[in-house]
């Protein structure tokens, strides 16, 4: 799988439920993380640093809710998307979900077809590349569907690397990135890559963005990472 597929963990405590999910959003080409508890839930998150999460709420020991609750209330994991499943139709139940902090919430049993689409929703928000969607900053333009890149209206010739870069810079336009966060997200958590490769990766995609002339726009944050703009 390429390194910049989306990561989804699945949090369900019904191991044939988790199993249907997992298949079917690996079926749609995203990465699956499978956690079966809300404490297995928490351990994960962190290794992992997952796209976006699937939460069924009742589990027993920590629920979902709870869950969720905890991810929203901390600063590096509240942006992560949370989609809520729940056998709770009321409406109650569906308001206490979402002031929680789940994005979404989706009554059991749900259709596969619409889960899907709603993850798809949410990842456009916080991840837009990976769904093909165009992006621009400046005078850069992005077309992921296409894998082109122009500057000033100027096509851009970048290599894989360099391009997956610039897709996450461009998702979240002056958020600074580690080098350890770069690695995980376009190189992948499988590879060993050293840290410094990021550094070669980046002069490799400053000289492209500036092959016509212009600024670089991609900024250097001493003892922090990088940013674009």
């Known amino acids: ?111 596969v077809v619409e889960l899907m689409a709603r993850v798809r929703t949410q990842l456009r928000r916080v991840r837009p590349a990976t769904v093909g969607l165009r992006l621009e900053f400046d005078d850069i333009v992005l077309d992921s569907e296409t894998h082109k890149v122009s500057r ?19 998702e979240k336009p002056g958020r600074v990135w580690s080098r350890e966060q770069l690695l995980d997200r376009v190189w992948g958590r499988d590879i060993y890559v050293d840290t410094r490769t990021v550094d070669v990766h980046i002069g490799r995609l400053r000289k492209a963005l500036t092959q016509h002339g212009g600024q670089d726009p991609v900024r250097t944050v001493r003892g922090a990472g990088y940013a674009l703009g």
């Open 1 to 111: 799988m390429s390194a910049d597929q989306p990561t989804v963990l699945v949090v369900e405590d019904e191991p044939a439920q988790r199993e249907v999910l997992a298949y079917n959003l690996e079926a749609e080409g995203f990465r699956v993380s499978k956690a079966g508890s809300g404490d297995e839930a928490m351990l994960l998150v962190d290794e992992e640093h997952p796209d976006i999460i699937v939460l069924d709420w009742m589990m027993p020991n920590l629920s979902g809710i709870e869950v969720c609750r905890r991810l929203k209330s901390r600063p590096d994991t509240r942006s992560i998307p949370i989609i809520m499943l729940s056998a709770r139709t009321e409406e109650v139940d569906k308001v206490r979900g979402l002031e929680t902090g789940a994005d979404d919430y989706v009554v059991k049993p749900y259709s």
């Open 152 to 170: 000033d209206s100027k096509p851009l010739k970048l290599g894989p690397t360099e391009f997956r870069l610039l897709s996450t810079f461009m």
